[in-house]
């Protein structure tokens, strides 16, 4: 799970260190459109936002087992909840409380929490609960900030010579 995060937090960084714009790398992944017929059925087959998550996974993927490779992609998809627990949608505000609950908030309606539950089975959900577990303590651990993160570029390089052949990830 360290490496999970540290994998996942370092890309992300990286990417504003090198210049992609906020809004494709510090947001919240969005379903593009719940209600539309899937080209592909399960967690797999969602149309989402391009943001650090699927930066992440396109760049990491053929290097890390599958459960690291779904926290990278799925860890700030919003809508999952309503997929791994569809009664939490039951309970919730209708809207945001704060500027922080705006980041994190979504509306879905019924007919699209039934429309993502259809596509889904019975592994999907048990990837999606892994996940969400991941997911609560990545957004517990945000703080909003205007500098740009120092990166210790010795230790990415430590990163990358233990858990990638050879020390070389090919971008």
Request: proline share 6%; aromatic share 10%; with cysteine.
């Amino acid at each position: 799970m360290t490496l999970t995060l540290t994998l996942t937090l370092t890309t992300g960084k990286l990417l504003t260190v090198f210049g992609e714009r906020d809004e494709n790398v510090d947001c919240m992944n969005r379903i593009k459109n719940p209600l539309a017929p899937p080209k592909r059925r399960g967690l797999d087959g969602l149309e989402v936002e391009w943001n650090h998550d699927e930066f992440g996974y396109i760049k990491l993927r053929r290097y890390l087992p599958p459960r690291v490779r779904d926290v990278m992609r799925y860890h700030s998809l919003r809508e999952l909840k309503y997929i791994v627990a569809p009664e939490w949608y039951k309970n919730q505000p209708r809207q945001a409380h704060s500027e922080m609950d705006a980041d994190l908030h979504v509306e879905v309606t019924p007919e699209e929490v039934a429309a993502l539950n259809r596509r889904m089975d019975a592994s999907d959900l048990e990837r999606g609960k892994f996940v969400a577990h991941f997911a609560y303590f990545d957004a517990q651990s945000k703080m909003e900030t205007e500098e740009i993160p120092v990166i210790d570029y010795a230790e990415v390089q430590q990163l990358i010579l233990a858990y990638f052949p050879d020390g070389r990830i090919d971008w």
